[in-house]
């Protein structure tokens, strides 16, 4: 995770004030290729989406870090 006074703007951390939190739903993986959560690293399965200056970003997560970070 990256601090807030990241000189890279495309780098925000998850309680960032230039991405706001939009919804989340389970994640299916119909790729076939595992995804893991950005906080912890176990297999995710949440995807988080945010809007961030008419942007759309998705980040997977567990079931245990979304519902920490997200509430």
């Known amino acids: 995770?990256?601090?807030e006074n990241n000189s890279n703007p495309l780098l925000m951390s998850?309680?960032?004030?230039?991405?706001?939190f939009s919804s989340m739903r389970a994640?299916?993986?119909i790729s076939g290729k595992?995804?893991?959560c950005?906080?912890?690293s176990n297999i995710a399965t949440q995807e988080v989406i945010f809007t961030a200056d008419g942007a759309t970003i998705l980040e997977k997560y567990c079931d245990s870090c979304a519902k920490k970070n997200i509430s």
């Open 34 to 36: 595992t995804r893991y």
């Open 1 to 3: 995770m990256t601090s």
């Open 27 to 29: 994640y299916a993986d």
């Open 14 to 20: 998850l309680r960032s004030p230039f991405k706001k």
């Open 38 to 40: 950005i906080s912890c």
